[in-house]
T-cell receptor
Framework: GAGVSQSPSNKVTEKGKDVELRCDPI?????LYWYRQSLGQGLEFLIY????????KSGLPSDRFSAERTGGSVSTLTIQRTQQEDSAVYLC??????????FGPGTRLTVL | SQQGEEDPQALSIQEGENATMNCSYK?????LQWYRQNSGRGLVHLIL?????REKHSGRLRVTLDTSKKSSSLLITASRAADTASYFC??????????FGKGTKLTVNP
């Protein structure tokens, strides 16, 4: 079946604007994760959704970042009032419970 | 911090040689996973090794885990140019999230 998809693949925005990044997980995967990867760095955990449980938001860097997952499927990561340090590749992954994570191709965000 | 630390940061070898990458961590783990990333985009899962396992194989890949030393190694045998990528270890502790290291950048020269 189809893998994890993310849109847009690239996003260029001006400082201070809001952006929305979308993730479509693999059908049937109950867990969904968002990560951020800055140039040449490892992945930084942002947020985790599992079924109907309250999400683990412990990785969100500031209150400008939020995410939701509608109907246990599609997720949207929103960054308000973007800053230049928000520039990074945002990666989404999905999995069955306690299983390997399948990653999408990422969204490259550039804040000018 | 649970974060895995890969060593070396960069590795350059000739095609046909073996490549060994190491990962060290600081806390107890449920499992440890290795991922590969090409061209700075999506990651591909390679191997998952549980805390009660010591070694796993998958094709040309061999992963070891030493929980007493809090370390793991990834061995790629008979490397190919197509193995050129960044390799990350990821730690799963008590929660569901994975904590990634900064990766080892492997270059396999033809």
């Amino acid at each position: 079946g189809a893998g994890v998809s993310q849109s847009p693949s690239n996003k260029v925005t001006e400082k201070g604007k809001d952006v929305e990044l979308r993730c479509d997980p693999i059908s049937g995967h109950t867990a969904l994760y968002w990560y951020r990867q800055s140039l040449g760095q490892g992945l930084e955990f942002l947020i985790y959704f599992q079924g109907n449980s309250a999400p683990d938001k412990s990785g969100l860097p500031s209150d400008r970042f939020s995410a939701e997952r509608t109907g246990g499927s599609v997720s949207t990561l929103t960054i308000q009032r973007t800053q230049q340090e928000d520039s990074a590749v945002y990666l989404c992954a999905s999995s069955l419970v306690r299983a390997e994570q399948f990653f999408g191709p990422g969204t490259r965000l550039t804040v000018l | 911090s649970q974060q895995g630390e890969e060593d070396p940061q960069a590795l350059s070898i000739q095609e046909g040689e073996n490549a060994t990458m190491n990962c060290s961590y600081k806390t107890s783990i449920n499992n440890l996973q290795w991922y590969r990333q090409n061209s700075g985009r999506g990651l591909v899962h390679l191997i998952l090794i549980r805390s009660n396992e010591r070694e796993k194989h998958s094709g040309r890949l061999r992963v070891t885990l030493d929980t007493s030393k809090k370390s793991s190694s990834l061995l790629i045998t008979a490397s190919r140019a197509a193995d050129t990528a960044s390799y990350f270890c990821a730690i799963r502790g008590g929660s569901e999230k994975l904590v990634f290291g900064k990766g080892t950048k492997l270059t396999v020269n033809p």
